[in-house]
């Protein structure tokens, strides 16, 4: 097998003639012939080609700061400094305000100050620095924060500004990879419509595995597509990479853009058939490899020497990784969880499925605002390039980026199992991409009346979509709902008649749909960065901007969920925060409730029914009601989605003599747990795992623990229910022989037992 060599020069561009670019330059995107989907046709990019001046031929090299702020010479003079305002407002705007989210979820945040004391806890992700259990997930994603806590100890910016600098990448990947083919502005484009997108800026804001996802997944369509312009095998191995680190980040879900990608890439790769299929198989390799090093260590290292499996029932990773966090995701089947969501359009306790549920009360606030805009570009797209030839490069980009959008939102549209708001944030990328090829390329061809009807059809879409999407939340900005809709009406009717306008009215009224069709999931993501956020599920947006079924979803609208509390969405008065937050005891206000202690949006409960942003930096979770949790009080026990209120008594009683111990204490549940850890920098265990149905201790094995004097004190409450579960789990029955035999000690309201001290009946 030959290859072609890489001519490139320094500054990233070379020719092999007059508008033909050899094979692994760059400058092939720049001085491309016409689009083959039929002359005649603009060149994309339409900017004018300015040739390189090689170093040495007749001038100096420029120094690099000139060459980093000038970028490219085929681009125009405005590009890179463009691009680099992009990622510098993208920057400012997601590390603002970032400490009100104090440690996020907790439930991460306790593994990655494990990781960060232990480099075995690291390695498997394990909750605690003692290695009990691990997260329900690899642990690839906790492994930036871990290293960040590690330099610059433990902090609520020292967690989450890797998630911040992942967000900021996956920025400048997507521009990256639309500027190759058509040009900077649809590469702005994209760029600013992912970062604005609501879920974005909640999630690269936050410490769960989809921020390392979404710039992984990104990646991979980006190798893919250079992959595409000429056939060359690294990028192919480069994608398998990306998809197998991706795999360490959240399992199975990195694969679901595999299956479009592969046949994109089969059918329309530049080189024969026979290499296509080799090269799959190279990348398939890579990604197995990338992927499976870390499972082959874990699976293969005795079981006695390292933490239980959490999530699994059988202490395997491979159980977890095909059942809990596999096909349990999407028949609603899953072995040690709370239960399933409903089928072929039914209602479970995690919301509706079917064709819209991208669209519906529960999911459309945080993704869905461009996804009409964006299918109207796609099959617009395809139609355009509809025939070219089949390696055209034009095409295939719309192929790869709308096949992994389409794959995507249709798996999320009809998983019946866990399914949170939040995990919409892997589609923004694919959204981003196609409304920045589509926009730019039909802006081409606006000569055409098709086209310039077709660009007005997307901005109506995305205007009267944006008018429902804010009329939903109708005390929030109730002015902005028919800005949109009027700016974006009068918008697209000035894209009708396009060409009869002049040139300022033209891009006028381009500016006037684009600033329409953003400013709803604008205002959304200002309100998102304003608020903090902490939890196991989180929603981005104003106040009721999302409802969800399932336990601990939010107020009113809310379905299945376990009695207890509300959900107190954004920072609200202290009363509000004591009540609506719903710790434990507080009264179920807001519909039939969620778990108690469940607060989505707001992190500034210190004392108990007082609240102020960003008080919650010492593990006290917020949520609490009255009393509860106070700096002088004991502590309230969390809940299955939420943890715990920690206070200074708390606190002192369990950091006493804590050294003379393996675990300081033991709680049912890993965000109870989490919390006590967070607060006391001490490893507290976390029986039965998440939700404290893991059967991990055992009764014999936490029996043995007490016995070796390895663990100080229990918790009372947390897991399932605050009793562990069922009465058949390990967890219950270790909470019931812990009460029968043990002495109980009451700080303020969380109740210990000392293990230490068994009663005089035992």
Same mark, same amino acid.
């Given at each position: 097998?030959?290859?072609?060599?890489?001519?490139?020069?320094?500054?990233?561009?070379?020719?092999?003639?007059?508008?033909?670019?050899?094979?692994?330059?760059?400058?092939?995107?720049?001085?491309?012939?016409?689009?083959?989907?039929?002359?005649?046709?603009?060149?994309?990019?339409?900017?004018?080609?300015?040739?390189?001046?090689?170093?040495?031929?007749?001038?100096?090299?420029?120094?690099?700061?000139?060459?980093?702020?000038?970028?490219?010479?085929?681009?125009?003079?405005?590009?890179?400094?463009?691009?680099?305002?992009?990622?510098?407002?993208?920057?400012?705007?997601?590390?603002?305000?970032?400490?009100?989210?104090?440690?996020?979820?907790?439930?991460?945040?306790?593994?990655?100050?494990?990781?960060?004391?232990?480099?075995?806890?690291?390695?498997?992700?394990?909750?605690?620095?003692?290695?009990?259990?691990?997260?329900?997930?690899?642990?690839?994603?906790?492994?930036?924060?871990?290293?960040?806590?590690?330099?610059?100890?433990?902090?609520?910016?020292?967690?989450?500004?890797?998630?911040?600098?992942?967000?900021?990448?996956?920025?400048?990947?997507?521009?990256?990879?639309?500027?190759?083919?058509?040009?900077?502005?649809?590469?702005?484009?994209?760029?600013?419509?992912?970062?604005?997108?609501?879920?974005?800026?909640?999630?690269?804001?936050?410490?769960?595995?989809?921020?390392?996802?979404?710039?992984?997944?990104?990646?991979?369509?980006?190798?893919?597509?250079?992959?595409?312009?000429?056939?060359?095998?690294?990028?192919?191995?480069?994608?398998?990479?990306?998809?197998?680190?991706?795999?360490?980040?959240?399992?199975?879900?990195?694969?679901?853009?595999?299956?479009?990608?592969?046949?994109?890439?089969?059918?329309?790769?530049?080189?024969?058939?026979?290499?296509?299929?080799?090269?799959?198989?190279?990348?398939?390799?890579?990604?197995?490899?990338?992927?499976?090093?870390?499972?082959?260590?874990?699976?293969?290292?005795?079981?006695?020497?390292?933490?239980?499996?959490?999530?699994?029932?059988?202490?395997?990773?491979?159980?977890?990784?095909?059942?809990?966090?596999?096909?349990?995701?999407?028949?609603?089947?899953?072995?040690?969880?709370?239960?399933?969501?409903?089928?072929?359009?039914?209602?479970?306790?995690?919301?509706?499925?079917?064709?819209?549920?991208?669209?519906?009360?529960?999911?459309?606030?945080?993704?869905?605002?461009?996804?009409?805009?964006?299918?109207?570009?796609?099959?617009?797209?395809?139609?355009?390039?509809?025939?070219?030839?089949?390696?055209?490069?034009?095409?295939?980009?719309?192929?790869?980026?709308?096949?992994?959008?389409?794959?995507?939102?249709?798996?999320?549209?009809?998983?019946?199992?866990?399914?949170?708001?939040?995990?919409?944030?892997?589609?923004?990328?694919?959204?981003?991409?196609?409304?920045?090829?589509?926009?730019?390329?039909?802006?081409?061809?606006?000569?055409?009346?098709?086209?310039?009807?077709?660009?007005?059809?997307?901005?109506?879409?995305?205007?009267?979509?944006?008018?429902?999407?804010?009329?939903?939340?109708?005390?929030?900005?109730?002015?902005?709902?028919?800005?949109?809709?009027?700016?974006?009406?009068?918008?697209?009717?000035?894209?009708?008649?396009?060409?009869?306008?002049?040139?300022?009215?033209?891009?006028?009224?381009?500016?006037?749909?684009?600033?329409?069709?953003?400013?709803?999931?604008?205002?959304?993501?200002?309100?998102?960065?304003?608020?903090?956020?902490?939890?196991?599920?989180?929603?981005?947006?104003?106040? &009721?901007?999302?409802?969800? /079924?399932?336990?601990? @979803? +939010? %107020?009113? #609208?809310?379905? *299945?969920?376990?009695? =207890? !509390? $509300?959900?107190?969405?954004?920072?609200?008065?202290?009363?509000?925060?004591?009540?609506?937050?719903?710790?434990?005891?507080?009264?179920?206000?807001?519909?039939?409730?969620?778990?108690?202690?469940?607060?989505?949006?707001?992190?500034?409960?210190?004392?108990?029914?007082?609240?102020?942003? &960003?008080?919650?930096?010492? /593990?006290?979770?917020? @949520? +609490? %009601?009255? #009393?509860?949790? *106070?700096?002088?009080? =004991? !502590? $309230?026990?969390?809940?299955?989605?939420?943890?715990?209120?920690?206070?200074?008594?708390?606190?002192?009683?369990?950091?006493?003599?804590?050294?003379?111990?393996?675990?300081?204490?033991?709680?049912?549940?890993?965000?109870?747990?989490?919390?006590?850890?967070?607060?006391?920098?001490?490893?507290?265990?976390?029986?039965? /795992?998440?939700?404290?149905?893991?059967?991990?201790?055992?009764?014999?094995?936490?029996?043995?623990?007490?016995?070796?004097?390895?663990?100080?004190?229990?918790?009372?409450?947390?897991?399932?229910?605050?009793?562990?579960?069922?009465?058949?789990?390990?967890?219950?029955?270790?909470?019931?022989?812990?009460?029968?035999?043990?002495?109980?000690?009451?700080?303020?309201?969380?109740?210990?037992?000392?293990?230490?001290?068994?009663?005089?009946?035992?």
């Amino acid at each position: 097998m030959t290859t072609q060599p890489d001519t490139s020069t320094g500054n990233g561009t070379g020719t092999s003639g007059a508008g033909d670019p050899s094979p692994g330059t760059d400058a092939r995107f720049a001085t491309s012939p016409a689009p083959s989907w039929g002359p005649p046709a603009p060149t994309l990019p339409s900017e004018p080609v300015r040739p390189a001046a090689a170093p040495g031929a007749g001038e100096p090299a420029r120094p690099f700061l000139h060459r980093a702020w000038r970028g490219r010479p085929e681009d125009p003079r405005w590009a890179r400094p463009a691009f680099l305002a992009l990622l510098l407002a993208t920057t400012v705007l997601y590390l603002y305000g970032l400490s009100a989210s104090g440690y996020a979820n907790s439930f991460y945040s306790a593994a990655v100050q494990a990781g960060s004391q232990s480099w075995k806890a690291f390695f498997f992700g394990s909750l605690d620095s003692a290695n009990a259990i691990t997260v329900d997930k690899p642990p690839a994603s906790l492994w930036p924060m871990a290293l960040s806590v590690r330099i610059f100890g433990l902090s609520s910016w020292a967690i989450l500004v890797p998630e911040v600098l992942m967000g900021v990448a996956t920025v400048g990947v997507l521009y990256a990879a639309l500027r190759r083919r058509f040009g900077p502005a649809a590469g702005l484009i994209a760029g600013a419509v992912l970062a604005l997108t609501p879920v974005a800026a909640l999630m690269f804001r936050f410490n769960n595995p989809d921020a390392m996802l979404a710039l992984l997944m990104t990646v991979t369509v980006y190798c893919v597509i250079r992959g595409l312009e000429d056939g060359r095998t690294k990028w192919l191995v480069w994608a398998g990479v990306a998809v197998g680190f991706a795999f360490l980040a959240k399992t199975l879900q990195a694969f679901l853009i595999l299956p479009p990608l592969a046949v994109l890439y089969a059918v329309c790769a530049p080189v024969s058939l026979r290499k296509r299929f080799a090269q799959i198989g190279l990348s398939a390799g890579a990604m197995v490899v990338a992927g499976g090093w870390w499972v082959a260590i874990v699976e293969l290292w005795p079981a006695s020497s390292r933490p239980y499996i959490g999530g699994s029932q059988n202490n395997s990773f491979l159980e977890l990784t095909f059942g809990y966090n596999g096909l349990g995701r999407i028949n609603g089947d899953e072995t040690g969880s709370v239960g399933g969501g409903g089928g072929g359009g039914g209602t479970g306790q995690w919301g509706e499925t079917g064709w819209n549920r991208m669209f519906n009360s529960e999911i459309g606030s945080q993704i869905s605002w461009l996804l009409p805009a964006a299918l109207i570009l796609l099959v617009a797209g395809l139609v355009l390039t509809r025939k070219a030839k089949r390696t055209d490069l034009t095409r295939g980009s719309f192929l790869a980026w709308g096949g992994a959008l389409l794959m995507t939102a249709l798996v999320f549209s009809y998983m019946a199992g866990i399914f949170h708001q939040y995990y919409t944030v892997a589609l923004a990328p694919y959204i981003a991409a196609v409304v920045g090829m589509g926009a730019t390329v039909l802006w081409e061809e606006r000569g055409k009346v098709w086209a310039s009807l077709t660009l007005a059809g997307a901005a109506t879409a995305s205007a009267a979509w944006g008018y429902v999407l804010l009329d939903r939340t109708s005390d929030y900005l109730p002015w902005l709902k028919w800005l949109v809709l009027v700016g974006g009406l009068t918008g697209a009717l000035g894209l009708i008649f396009v060409t009869r306008l002049g040139r300022r009215l033209a891009l006028a009224a381009a500016a006037l749909s684009c600033a329409a069709a953003i400013a709803g999931p604008t205002a959304y993501t200002f309100s998102t960065v304003n608020t903090g956020h902490s939890g196991s599920i989180v929603t981005a947006g104003p106040s &009721g901007a999302s409802t969800m /079924g399932g336990p601990g @979803g +939010g %107020g009113g #609208g809310m379905r *299945g969920g376990f009695p =207890g !509390g $509300g959900q107190n969405q954004q920072n609200g008065n202290g009363a509000q925060n004591g009540q609506q937050g719903g710790g434990t005891g507080g009264p179920p206000t807001g519909g039939t409730g969620g778990f108690p202690g469940q607060n989505q949006q707001g992190n500034g409960n210190t004392q108990g029914n007082g609240g102020t942003r &960003g008080g919650n930096q010492q /593990g006290g979770m917020p @949520g +609490g %009601g009255p #009393g509860e949790g *106070g700096m002088g009080g =004991g !502590g $309230g026990a969390g809940g299955l989605l939420n943890g715990a209120n920690v206070g200074s008594a708390a606190k002192a009683l369990l950091s006493k003599n804590a050294g003379d111990y393996t675990w300081a204490a033991a709680a049912i549940g890993s965000q109870n747990s989490a919390s006590y850890q967070l607060a006391t920098g001490k490893p507290v265990m976390a029986i039965g /795992g998440f939700n404290g149905t893991d059967p991990s201790p055992t009764l014999a094995q936490f029996k043995k623990y007490v016995t070796d004097g390895k663990i100080h004190y229990f918790i009372s409450g947390g897991g399932m229910g605050g009793g562990g579960g069922a009465s058949s789990s390990a967890s219950s029955r270790i909470s019931s022989w812990v009460t029968a035999n043990f002495k109980k000690v009451t700080v303020g309201s969380a109740t210990f037992y000392d293990l230490t001290q068994p009663t005089s009946s035992s």
